[in-house]
């Protein structure tokens, strides 16, 4: 996914990220500049209606607050609270892009799919899960 911002020069003006470690080493992994951890991005799986709503009010925020500043802010979280956000459930890997309209209400104006691995790096997967291999 960095080569869709780096090819279409996209600037990144700050990441942020769920404090939960697989969304840590994501957004590491993107490698878009300095990752700041975001506690109202940490999953919402079992949350309760009134937290669900308070992180998606202040995600919404995060957003807002960016709207007019230069380069792009990139949020990476959990399928669950994105659903919550746009009403879509993005693949694993995946992006959902968004911008806030004039009336600073969140909009979906793009996806980015997941990055599909090498063949050689899938078959590797495959093999390593193979219980012949093991035996």
């Given at each position: 996914?960095?080569?869709?911002?780096?090819?279409?020069?996209?600037?990144?003006?700050?990441?942020?990220?769920?404090?939960?470690?697989?969304?840590v080493?994501?957004?590491?992994?993107?490698?878009?500049?300095?990752?700041?951890?975001?506690?109202?991005?940490?999953p919402?799986?079992?949350?309760?209606?009134?937290?669900?709503?308070?992180?998606?009010?202040?995600?919404?925020?995060?957003?807002?607050?960016?709207?007019?500043?230069?380069?792009?802010?990139?949020?990476?979280?959990?399928?669950?609270?994105?659903?919550?956000?746009?009403?879509?459930?993005?693949?694993?890997?995946?992006?959902?892009?968004?911008?806030?309209?004039?009336q600073?209400?969140?909009?979906?104006?793009?996806?980015?799919?997941?990055?599909?691995?090498?063949?050689?790096?899938?078959?590797?997967?495959?093999?390593?899960?193979?219980?012949?291999?093991?035996?």
């Amino acid at each position: 996914m960095q080569s869709e911002f780096i090819s279409q020069r996209i600037p990144i003006a700050a990441v942020r990220s769920s404090r939960w470690c697989r969304a840590v080493d994501t957004a590491r992994l993107l490698d878009l500049g300095t990752v700041r951890l975001t506690p109202v991005l940490d999953p919402v799986f079992n949350a309760s209606e009134q937290l669900e709503d308070r992180k998606k009010r202040a995600t919404e925020k995060i957003i807002r607050d960016h709207r007019g500043k230069s380069g792009v802010l990139a949020l990476v979280g959990h399928q669950a609270n994105i659903i919550d956000l746009t009403d879509i459930a993005p693949a694993s890997g995946a992006a959902v892009v968004v911008r806030v309209d004039a009336q600073g209400h969140t909009k979906v104006i793009g996806e980015l799919e997941a990055p599909i691995p090498d063949r050689y790096t899938l078959n590797i997967t495959m093999h390593a899960a193979d219980p012949l291999m093991n035996s």
